[in-house]
Structures are given as C-alpha cells and as structure tokens.
C-alpha cells in the first residue's frame, strides 16, 4: 500500500505529472503547512485560524511570498517553479493580477513537486522563507 502522507517519488516520476496536478498538491500542501504553523504560533480560534490563513494562502500572498523564495532556487526547482508559473490558467482568483496568480501557481507547482519527491526538509526551508513576513501578525485569540 502507498503511503500517501509520506511521498517518495523519482525526479521522472514527479516530473511526468502535470503542472496543474503539481500546483493542485502544492497548493494542499502550502495550506497544510499554513494551518499548521498558525497552530504551532497559538492561533486557536477557529475564525482566527481561518482569517489568518486566507490571508496568507490568496494568490497575493502566495506571490509575494514567492518573491521572497526565487533569489534561494536551486537551478532545478527554478525550473518546477517556471513550468508552473507558464501554465495556462482556465480560471483566475478574485483580488489577483495575472502576474500574481500566474507566480502563486509558480509557487504550488514547486511545493507539490517537493512533497512528491520527498523532499520534506527542503520544504520546510522554502517554507519558512515564504512565510517570513508574510500577511503582517497573526490574528491570535485577543478578540
């Protein structure tokens, strides 16, 4: 049986499925990761955890935080994030540009292409670095 929370996939492998199937499990994963660093931070309302991770998941601030992510690429997942960040789109996010749809696309084909290979560790590095100074502070449990 395939363990799916724990995915090992070849570089031809990862790279066989489509840019929108890797953005697709990019972007669970990117939310994923979210939902669960607002936890570890003490966000513990539900609304508050929902309000803080709609600000940090929009198509905004998936490009801003890819902004903050490019410079740090390695020549390989530079080319994942362009392969996502090309692909054409048949729907767009309201409150996005093109630029910042197409760049948070980028962003979930890059994190999809890591959680499917594996590479947890590397995941957690570029998380960190999209998430610094993301959607200014968090929204705690002062209401």
Do not use: W
Request: aromatic share 6%.
């Amino acid at each position: 049986m395939r363990d799916y929370l724990n995915m090992d996939m070849t570089e031809r492998e990862a790279l066989g499925v489509s840019e929108l199937g890797l953005a697709y499990v990019g972007d669970a994963v990117y939310e994923l990761m979210t939902r669960t660093r607002l936890c570890d931070e003490g966000c513990t309302t539900a609304r508050n955890m929902h309000t803080a991770a709609v600000e940090r998941v929009s198509a905004g601030a998936q490009a801003a935080a890819a902004r903050r992510v490019l410079p740090e690429l390695t020549e390989s997942e530079r080319a994942v994030y362009k392969r996502g960040r090309n692909t054409r789109v048949h729907s767009m996010a309201r409150g996005a540009s093109q630029t910042e749809y197409h760049m948070s696309t980028g962003l979930e084909a890059l994190f999809g292409y890591l959680y499917l290979r594996g590479e947890r560790a590397r995941l957690g590095e570029l998380f960190e670095l999209a998430f610094a100074g993301g959607a200014g502070e968090l929204i705690m449990n002062n209401e």
